[in-house]
């Protein structure tokens, strides 16, 4: 069930991604290709997967008639390599949008130098910094995953509703 949510979860800023950027008014459908930069930390464990899982969101979005070209950067869970793998896919693989990346402070790296001054769309899979809520980013930043403080609410909520949990319980 959780790797169907996920294959969702990375569909979904796909789809946000290649709506926005068809500069023309013709047919969504049209031969005009997006290009999509996609960072992850592909030397990790987590990150093919998710690499893979993109790959399968690509492939519905080309199934359903969306022509899009990916370029990919291993981010190594390093914000600097990060950042410099960012750049690599903006200027040299011609990216007009960055999936990316599986942390939040590589996020807010690649936010600071690379999305943000260059005004790409950046959507993050997986950071979840309330940092990210509060980022100074133009509207150029986006997250498919729910912040922490709202996943900590939601697991007190569930803690004392669903499960009967109070302070008593913290001892």
């Known amino acids: 069930m959780y790797k169907s949510f996920f294959?969702?979860?990375?569909?979904?800023?796909?789809?946000?991604?290649?709506?926005?950027?068809?500069?023309?008014?013709?047919?969504?459908?049209?031969?005009?290709?997006?290009?999509?930069?996609?960072?992850?930390?592909l030397s990790a464990p987590k990150g093919k997967p998710r690499h893979h899982a993109a790959l399968l969101a690509v492939q519905h979005l080309t199934?359903?008639?969306?022509?899009?070209?990916?370029?990919?950067?291993?981010?190594k869970l390093d914000r600097f390599l990060a950042v410099e793998a960012a750049r690599r896919l903006v200027e040299v693989g011609g990216a007009k949008v960055l999936i990316g990346a599986s942390s939040s402070s590589v996020t807010m790296e690649i936010a600071d130098w690379v999305s943000v001054p260059n005004q790409i769309p950046q959507i993050s899979y997986a950071s979840t910094s309330l940092e990210i809520t509060e980022l100074n980013d133009d509207d150029f930043v986006f997250r498919t995953a729910p912040s922490d403080k709202l996943q900590g609410a939601v697991l007190a909520y569930l803690a004392k509703e669903i499960k009967g949990y109070d302070n008593r319980h913290l001892s």
């Open 7 to 41: 294959h969702v979860c990375l569909l979904l800023p796909f789809c946000l991604a290649i709506s926005g950027c068809n500069d023309s008014n013709d047919d969504v459908h049209a031969e005009s290709s997006v290009t999509i930069g996609l960072i992850f930390p």
């Open 63 to 75: 199934e359903a008639g969306y022509s899009i070209k990916t370029v990919v950067e291993d981010s």
